[in-house]
């Protein structure tokens, strides 16, 4: 058995996040998550939760064996033969240009039709490191966000490229139509998100900055009336940061019902519908896991979403002079 004992300088901090810095980020925090429910992690002899916050004296408890036998078990997931849009594929990754209305891995609501369940089907090998519920994932989108994500094809790709992502040397950016129209060309928001209600998916900005910290660079790309198309960067990979952030300036994603969108005039834009929000992750760049090259990638236009094309279409021609 392993046993860890809380020093005066790593007390306070929430047990899942002591573990995820404790194992290298080798695990992804929602694995270690699962870890400490399932009782394969105890503090003290007892079960815990994983936003307990660790004091002085306490002792972490495991046996890596049952980690192993965890992260291995079989949770029969079942292949999607669905044809992915590959951008980029070799041994170690594999970029796709993810739809909407897809689940980027297994949740109560779906676990047959998700993009883990269609990379089952095409790939021989993917990283088990989040669980077998996040085969390959490196980082996720959200279920109506489409565009670029990165996945990994073996552990040690996955490794390196999350630790890019936490150490900000992989850049992401994405496009949204925001709602509105900016008084500013560039801004950064930079507050603090915190679960709306305890278990929900919604986010919102925390009480006195007290929260998860969450960063996003702004700038404007193109002026409509009553909306804007915003290229927004991501400094943190919080849940629903750019949907929280630019709710909180009162300019919500276009279509984003969770986050407010519903209380602008539908008028203006002729009743459009959209199947939620406008928001398209259309440039990743990356260290390649292997060989250190750079990877760079970007979507033109006709590769966003339909929904996306057309709105734009439509502003772009209730605008022209």
């Known amino acids: 058995m392993t046993t860890i004992r809380i020093t005066e300088n790593e007390a306070k901090t929430r047990v899942d996040v002591f573990l995820v810095n404790y194992f290298k980020n080798k695990y992804q925090r929602n694995f270690i998550q699962k870890l400490i429910d399932e009782k394969i992690i105890l503090i003290n002899k007892k079960e815990t939760k994983p936003s307990y916050k660790l004091k002085i004296d306490d002792n972490i408890e495991f046996f890596e064996d049952k980690i192993d036998l965890y992260l291995n078990k079989d949770e029969a997931l079942e292949p999607y033969n669905y044809k992915l849009n590959i951008i980029y594929e070799d041994n170690d990754v594999i970029v796709v240009n993810k739809p909407k209305q897809m689940l980027t891995h297994p949740t109560k609501y779906d676990r047959k039709h998700t993009l883990v369940n269609a990379l089952l089907a095409h790939c021989k090998t993917l990283s088990n490191?989040?669980?077998?519920?996040?085969?390959?994932?490196?980082?996720?989108?959200d279920k109506?966000?489409?565009?670029?994500?990165?996945?990994?094809?073996?552990?040690?790709?996955?490794?390196?490229?999350?630790?890019?992502?936490?150490?900000?040397t992989a850049k992401r950016k994405y496009l949204a139509v925001a709602l509105g129209e900016f008084e500013e060309n560039e801004g950064?928001?930079?507050?603090?998100?915190?679960?709306?209600?305890?278990d929900d998916v919604?986010?919102?900005?925390?009480p006195d900055n007290k929260g998860l910290s969450a960063t996003t660079i702004y700038k404007v790309i193109e002026r409509f009336k009553g909306a804007t198309l915003v290229e927004l960067e991501l400094k943190t990979g919080r849940t629903h940061q750019i949907r929280a952030h630019l709710a909180s300036i009162n300019h919500p994603v276009f279509g984003d019902t969770l986050y407010g969108a519903k209380g602008f005039n539908k008028k203006e834009f002729n009743n459009l519908k959209t199947v939620e929000q406008l928001l398209q992750s259309y440039y990743i760049c990356f260290n390649h896991p292997k060989t250190k090259e750079k990877m760079e990638f970007e979507l033109k236009e006709k590769d966003f979403?339909?929904?996306f094309i057309k709105v734009l279409n439509f502003l772009r021609r209730t605008n022209e002079h």
């Open 202 to 206: 919604k986010m919102t900005i925390a």
């Open 144 to 168: 109506n966000t489409s565009g670029l994500i990165i996945c990994a094809k073996n552990n040690l790709s996955c490794e390196i490229l999350a630790e890019q992502i936490k150490e900000k």
């Open 305 to 307: 979403s339909e929904d």
């Open 129 to 141: 490191l989040g669980g077998a519920d996040r085969l390959g994932i490196v980082h996720r989108l």
């Open 188 to 198: 950064i928001i930079d507050k603090a998100l915190v679960h709306y209600i305890k």
